[in-house]
């Protein structure tokens, strides 16, 4: 089946220390990709996308992820976390075939430590 | 980027009440509307796809006759809770696709928080 994880509910970090979200999709062909965040009772923001090209792209808030085809995988990275990224973030996967629909992940709930 | 406005963000209504929330995009046409429906600490569950001018699609599981959806025009959708009870207390996100876009990203609401008491 079809599916989009995310490996870890609950992360926690220090102000200042690197950041790195896990993302690992099932599809048969490769789909096209997004990182979203979401503040307490807020809707969702997008961080950043992929759709082809250059596999390492830059969202905003300086936010980049990394497109692996060979481990099916779309991490989300920063490298130093600020107290205002503590939010929910999540990735979700778009296909063209079929329903053409976003499909979103689980979700990971991020702490900043200060 | 597009902006997508979710109206009401709060309300608390009665058991029994019909509760109606829009969603409107403000800068784009909007062919495709999307529902969702977020239980706490969750992530987001597809309700259904609201095409203009045509019936909803529902995903399985959902009533349709409880929540209905209206999408009028190319910049409003609605989706009216019926008959409220609060098991449909929730956060439900709505969000749209540009028209006319093969591959495009879609833009959320900012949400609304359903209470029933």
């Known amino acids: 089946a079809q599916s989009v994880t995310q490996p870890d509910i609950h992360i926690t970090v220090s102000e200042g220390a690197s950041l790195e979200l896990r993302c690992n999709y099932s599809?048969?062909?490769?789909?096209?990709l997004f990182w979203y965040v979401q503040s307490p009772g807020q809707g969702l923001q997008l961080l950043l996308k992929?759709?082809?090209?250059?596999?390492l792209v830059q969202g905003i808030k300086g936010f980049e992820a990394e497109f692996k085809r060979s481990q099916s995988s779309f991490n989300l990275r920063k490298p130093s976390v600020h107290w205002s990224d503590a939010a929910e973030y999540f990735c979700a996967v778009f296909l063209l075939v079929g329903a053409r629909q976003l499909t979103f992940g689980s979700g990971t709930q991020l702490t900043v430590l200060p | 980027g597009a902006v997508v406005s979710q109206h009401p963000s709060r309300v608390i209504c009665k058991s029994g009440t019909s509760v109606k929330i829009e969603c409107r995009s403000l800068?784009?046409?909007?062919?495709?509307m999307f529902w969702y429906r977020q239980f706490p600490k969750q992530s987001l569950m597809l309700m259904a796809t609201s095409n203009e001018g045509s019936k909803a699609t529902y995903e399985q599981g959902v009533e349709k006759d409880k929540f209905l959806i209206n999408h009028a025009s190319l910049t409003l959708s609605t989706l009216t809770v019926t008959s409220a009870h609060p098991e449909d207390s929730s956060f439900y996100i709505c969000?749209?696709?540009?028209?006319?876009?093969?591959?495009?990203?879609?833009?959320f609401g900012q949400g609304t928080r359903l209470t029933v008491v």
């Open positions: 992929y759709f082809s090209g250059d596999t």
């Open positions: 800068d784009f046409q909007a062919t495709t």
């Open positions: 599809y048969g062909a490769t789909p096209y």
């Open positions: 969000s749209a696709r540009e028209s006319l876009a093969l591959i495009t990203e879609a833009f």
